[in-house]
């Protein structure tokens, strides 16, 4: 098949967003299909490069772009709408069998007119919960979450197909659309489970000061509100006091640092949390690789690709409910999920004190990651284009 792909966001910025793109193009591309990825072109001198996917380099259709001045992340790339010309030309030119879009905005609306041109299907993969966001909006928020909110409905039942990550929000958008609407088909984003195993684990024990015997806590992401870490941080700090060995690793950079480090110091645990800052990703992968647990209170997520990540380490997960977790984690099995800070902490409590347990959820962990197999998830995909090409 001739699949055209448009995204709002690509690397070299790393998100789960622009990691799940890319896995989608070149997994498609390694399964034997002809990719045209049309994105914004990195910033000049930079190169996209790669965020670990396995799979031939897709073909670029570049799209103009800018870097926002505020309300999105240092580096994030966005297309320039009435610039798109070339893009437009290049995607059309390619004959797509399959548009297949991972935003509703600026790209979707284009992907939108190349499905209409190509007399192609146009797939949407939901992967934000924009509404999670609206308080970068101030007092836009509340108009600007309703105009969004008309926008989505609009946008999901132009399409002949929604792709959610997970069954909670297939669950949502199936609702909210009825039964008029288009198909929505719960296809998570997969990993490279040949590239997790080769990982060389990284020890962030030298480098945080910490003795060898240390547990380490690990939390990989974007450190910002909507990824509830004072909520996190709080619930180590009161494991913490409990359990002498245990320490935080927090991996990734953020808005919300300064105020996380103001947050350790007055819970008195600042020497036993290690702020790694961004990483590469095969970096964090290695220093998860590294760790002993896995920390996540995040209740904006669509999916939570990095439970899945961490699991596939063989880090038993220690989470709080949310979107997407039961999809990734086994209650009792490979994690714990939980409902509330206090029983957060007392997970990670009660895991650091059975090694014995926390071996079991190890060896469940890696073994049960087949289910995230990258291949399975593609084929899942191949399968959705071909019901919608009959």
């Known amino acids: 098949m001739r699949v055209a792909i448009f995204t709002e966001t690509y690397l070299p910025y790393l998100s789960g967003v622009t990691v799940s793109t890319e896995a989608l193009a070149r ?5 034997g299909h002809e990719v045209l990825l049309v994105a914004p072109r990195p910033r000049r001198g930079a190169d996209p490069g790669s965020a670990g996917a396995l799979g031939p380099e897709p073909t670029y259709a570049w799209l103009p772009s800018y870097e926002p001045a505020a309300l999105v992340p240092p580096g994030y790339r966005m297309p320039i709408p009435v610039a798109w010309r070339a893009g437009r030309r290049a ?5 797509p069998q399959i548009v297949h879009t991972q935003s509703p905005f600026a790209s979707g609306l284009l992907a939108n007119e190349v499905s209409r041109r190509s ?6 993969t939901h992967h934000t919960r924009f509404a999670e966001y609206r308080h970068y909006l101030g007092a836009l928020a509340a108009p600007a979450t309703a ?19 997970s069954s909670d929000l297939a669950a949502e958008i199936g609702g909210r659309l009825g039964p008029a609407g288009p198909r929505v088909r719960v296809i998570p984003t997969g990993i490279d489970l040949n590239v997790i195993r080769g990982l060389v684990p990284i020890d962030s024990r030298p480098d945080a000061g ?11 992401g974007r450190l910002a509100r909507e990824k509830n870490l004072d909520l996190l941080v709080d619930a180590f700090a009161v494991a913490a006091s409990r359990e002498p060995k245990l320490r935080l690793l927090l991996v990734g950079g953020g808005p919300l640092e300064a105020s996380l480090r103001q947050r350790v110091e007055r819970a008195g ?5 290690h702020f790694a800052g961004k990483q590469p990703h095969d970096v964090a992968l290695g220093m998860l690789a590294g760790a002993d647990l896995f920390a996540f209170a995040s209740q904006t997520e669509t999916q939570g ?7 596939a380490c063989g880090l038993p997960v220690v989470t709080l409910d949310g979107p997407g977790v039961a999809d990734s984690v086994r209650h009792e099995i490979d994690g714990l999920v939980v409902h509330d800070a206090s029983a957060l902490s007392g997970g990670l409590g009660a895991l650091a004190e059975d090694a014995g347990r926390r071996r079991k959820m190890a060896a469940a962990a890696r073994e049960g990651a087949e289910r995230f197999a990258a291949e399975r998830r593609i084929g899942e995909m191949e399968e959705l284009y071909r019901e919608l090409l009959a």
Do not use: M, T, Y
Request: with cysteine.
């Open 91 to 95: 995607a059309i030119a390619f004959q």
């Open 27 to 31: 997994g498609l591309g390694r399964a």
């Open 305 to 311: 690709l990095v439970l899945a990540e961490a699991l």
């Open 147 to 165: 105009a969004l909110d008309a926008h989505l409905r609009r946008f999901w039942a132009g399409c002949a197909a929604v792709v959610a990550p």
């Open 210 to 220: 910490w003795p060898p015997e240390s547990l380490v806590v690990a939390a990989l």
């Open 269 to 273: 645990v600042a020497a036993r949390v």
């Open 119 to 124: 007399s192609a299907p146009l797939v949407f």
